[in-house]
């Protein structure tokens, strides 16, 4: 049993090292693209099948970016961004679930000369490549949203305030913490979801090596719930920083 | 540095993930959500639509219910009206078409009686001339005597009367 944070890398693409958190990243796009595809091509009035859950996605999605931007517009215009961060982290934490997990992929020898294999399956999530990828997207986004929304001078009221008008020296305070969280939303994005969906990859894998049959069961429940909490939590987070983004400043 | 490598941080592949998502934000908005938004948003008109239609017609129905409903109203009266009125107008008809014929029929026994009237009188007169010539007849032969025609006839008459 070896345990890596960093993901295994499989093969040397030109300089690019292609790892397996990559790989699963790439195919879990592939995979998203075909089953709206193949949803939309089947697209009838009246619903049935693949066309029900996808409605009911986009209508629970859409339902809940409403209630929480109050905006019906503003709803819509984020609504690509969120439902593509919840339906990709979803599926990547969910296909590191599959069973055969680690048991599959190429031979290799580590540096102590044990023979061990690097996995294929590695879920994208618990790679902190694409999780501190993502949420530096996302941040930069909330960051260029909120200056479109308000403008540069009316954003910049957020986080510099006067020190003499009336809250005095706790507004501006309160502005430069408000800053250094902005910078804080990076690390905790990141590292929220990596921390989840790679505790229960090893959680799933020591369970594993204790006991093999039945008790690993629960946890697997466990850590498909997990794994879509934590798809909701961050697409809801990424939702809410937006709303607070265009929101103007109230000093 | 050596902590982010430690991390399996390598700048390389965290580019290589955020290109992979917004290449796939990018395919799923143009080739997924903005059809599925619209085919939703027609779903959604075209059921709003149905509804209102529904309505319409609905009321529509009750509109033309209730108009059916006046229509054979107003034509049930004008029928009692007609059907009045016929009634009048032959009772009339009647009335006057009796009057007539008790007229004629007044007239006509005027004009029965009359003429029995004239006619018995007729008779009477005939009768009474000819009673007077055989009665003159018969005086004659029985007196067979001549009378001057001035004492005859005031025998005759004294006679008779």
Do not use: C
């Not at chain 1, 499989?10 to 790892?19: A, Q, R, S």
């Not at chain 1, 250094?180 to 939303?185: D, G, I, P, R, W």
């Not at chain 1, 997990?226 to 937006?242: K, S």
């Not at chain 2, 390389?12 to 992979?20: D, E, F, R, S």
């Amino acid at each position: 049993m070896e345990i890596s944070i960093a993901a295994e890398k499989l093969f040397m693409l030109g300089t690019l090292p292609v790892t397996n958190a990559l790989f699963i990243g790439v195919l879990v796009s592939v995979l998203l693209v075909l089953i709206t595809q193949r949803a939309l091509t089947r697209w009838q009035s009246v619903p049935r099948g693949l066309q029900n859950v996808s409605e009911i996605v986009i209508d629970g999605v859409l339902g809940l970016l409403e209630s929480i931007m109050q905006d019906r517009g503003m709803a819509r215009k984020f609504f690509p961004l969120i439902a593509t961060i919840f339906l990709f982290i979803l599926l990547s934490n969910w296909i590191g679930l599959l069973p055969g997990l680690g048991t599959v992929g190429l031979a290799h020898e580590n540096a102590a000369g044990h023979a061990t294999i690097i996995p294929f399956l590695r879920s994208t999530s618990a790679d902190l490549n694409f999780t501190l990828g993502l949420s530096l997207f996302v941040v930069i986004t909330i960051q260029v949203t909120g200056i479109l929304a308000l403008g540069i001078g009316g954003y910049a009221k957020k986080f510099f305030v006067s020190p003499f008008h009336k809250p005095y020296v706790v507004g501006t305070l309160m502005g430069i913490l408000e800053l250094v969280s902005e910078f804080a939303k990076i690390l905790s994005f990141a590292f929220r979801l990596f921390g989840n969906v790679f505790a229960g990859e090893i959680l799933l894998t020591v369970m594993l090596h204790l006991v093999p049959y039945f008790i690993p069961l629960p946890f697997l429940f466990l850590e498909i719930f997990v794994g879509f909490i934590q798809a909701a939590v961050f697409a809801m987070l990424v939702a809410v920083f937006l709303k607070m983004a265009t929101t103007p400043a109230e000093h | 540095m050596e902590a982010l490598a430690n991390l399996g941080i390598d700048w390389k592949l965290l580019l290589a993930q955020v290109v992979n998502f917004v290449v796939v934000l990018l395919v799923l908005k143009r080739f997924a959500y903005q059809p599925m938004l619209k085919l939703l948003d027609e779903r959604t008109a075209k059921i709003e639509k149905g509804l209102v239609d529904a309505e319409s017609a609905s009321r529509k129905l009750s509109e033309m219910e209730m108009k059916e409903k006046a229509v054979l109203a107003d034509a049930r009266t004008e029928a009692k009206r007609i059907l009045a009125e016929t009634d009048e107008a032959a009772a009339k008809r009647d009335a006057a078409k009796m009057t007539e014929t008790e007229a004629r029929v007044k007239k006509l026994l005027e004009e029965s009686e009359n003429k029995i009237a004239e006619d018995r009188k007729k008779m009477l007169e005939e009768a009474k001339r000819e009673l007077a010539g055989t009665v003159l007849m018969a005086v004659e032969k029985v007196l067979s005597e001549k009378m001057d025609s001035a004492k005859e006839k005031e025998l005759i008459e004294r006679n008779l009367n």
